[in-house]
């Protein structure tokens, strides 16, 4: 299943308006060295039936001419990407955490034969060398993050090609295009990606154009809960996702005062204030724990955000949306709506749903998916450490 052929059609037709009755393996964080950027990917023919590509984290990756058995590793969302433009042909191998995931979204809906691939060969996190070669893939894709990948699979003689996460500054939906160009050249097909891609372009353009004349005193501060413990929280700051997501749908990152995700107090959320708050489908909490003040046993009631009951579960949908995903477009369109309903309000979000999965996975939602990639549940974050 390669991405659905149509004809193309302008983002402004697509948002249907409400006035006229329509609408652990992985780390976030990345060193500098693995932020290394390599816009030349282009396969390079060796002559002697393989070719060679520069991945993401700028190595040279030799590879057969052509590719039947494909393991994917710790770059979890990918497996979201790799279904939107193949389906489930020629994967071997999959990460544990990427069926678990996919169990509680609709990647399990689209491609339910997705939970029967193969797991054993990555236990914790890490992959074992031995049961690795026993699915003889031609290649092995991971995520720069996770460096073992690489050292493991080059061990045992089976090219691994890195996917960053930083490698377009967390512009989710820019990264999420260069993960399929990158797979493109790793297939080394033509998956037909560029309405697709068009369309992302498309997306953030309407969402820029929109805000683009938001004062800074009229944007909300918002702050988003990665993870958390019985006492702690992890927020994410400046160099994430969070910021992203954040700025790019007219909000201030509150925590933009700290590098990374980093474990914060509930003492320094009520001097952050926030009048926002986003939790990630990285942990189980919902917006009722923080309402009923059983979050991290805390009295959350002062909290701006709180006062207001504008506490969201982040949805997830082929993946969690808080990371780069196939459905990275949606989760722009939807932050910008939660950001700023006002400016958003002739769009029928839910329509625009449907349309997108229509287009691009050949997929009908009923509503009642749309209520659940929407409103996840606790469940959906299981197998995340």
Same mark, same amino acid.
């Given at each position: 299943m390669k991405f659905k052929r149509i004809a193309a059609l302008a983002v402004g037709a697509v948002l249907m308006l409400g006035a006229t009755g329509c609408s652990g393996a992985t780390t976030e964080n990345e060193s500098a060295e693995e932020q290394k950027e390599s816009e030349n990917t282009e396969s390079v023919d060796n002559g002697d039936g393989t070719r060679t590509i520069i991945d993401q984290v700028g190595n040279e990756v030799v590879l057969p001419e052509k590719i039947e058995r494909v393991v994917i590793a710790s770059v979890w969302p990918l497996a979201s990407v790799y279904v939107l433009s193949m389906g489930t042909d020629k994967l071997v191998g999959l990460d544990p955490a990427i069926i678990s995931a996919a169990e509680n979204s609709m990647l399990i809906k689209i491609a339910p034969e997705i939970s029967e691939i193969e797991s054993g060969f990555s236990q914790n996190g890490f992959m074992n060398a031995e049961e690795l070669i026993k699915l003889d893939p031609d290649v092995v894709l991971y995520s720069s993050g996770v460096p073992e990948?690489? /050292?493991?699979?080059?061990?045992? $003689? *089976?090219? !691994?090609? $890195?996917?960053?996460?930083? *490698?377009?500054?967390? @512009? !989710?939906?820019?990264? *999420? @295009?260069?993960? *399929?160009?990158?797979?493109? /050249?790793?297939? $080394?097909?033509?998956?037909?990606?560029?309405e697709y891609i068009e369309y992302g372009n498309e997306i953030q353009a309407l969402v820029a154009d929109r805000l683009k004349d938001v004062k800074e005193e009229d944007k909300p501060r918002s702050m988003v809960i990665h993870k958390y413990s019985d006492n702690t929280l992890s927020v994410p700051g400046a160099d994430t996702w969070a910021e992203y997501w954040i700025e790019a749908s007219g909000g201030i990152n509150v925590a933009d005062e700290i590098e990374g995700t980093k474990e914060t107090s509930i003492e320094q959320v009520y001097e952050w204030n926030p009048e926002k708050i986003f939790i990630t489908n990285f942990n189980d909490a919902l917006p009722e724990d923080i309402y009923n003040n059983t979050l991290c046993s805390a009295d959350w009631s002062g909290v701006q955000a709180v006062i207001d009951q504008d506490v969201n579960k982040i949805p997830l949908g082929m993946y969690r949306w808080y990371v780069t995903c196939s459905d990275s477009p949606m989760m722009l369109l939807w932050m910008a709506k939660q950001n700023h309903p006002e400016l958003f309000e002739d769009i029928d979000f839910n329509e625009t749903m449907k349309d997108f999965y229509s287009r691009f996975y050949d997929f009908t939602l009923t509503d009642e998916d749309i209520e659940q990639i929407l409103n996840p549940v606790r469940e959906a974050a299981g197998g995340i450490s």
């Open positions: 990948d690489y /050292e493991v699979a080059s061990q045992a $003689g *089976i090219p !691994a090609v $890195g996917f960053s996460l930083s *490698i377009k500054d967390y @512009n !989710a939906v820019e990264t *999420i @295009n260069s993960w *399929i160009e990158l797979l493109e /050249e790793v297939m $080394g097909e033509d998956l037909s990606s560029s």
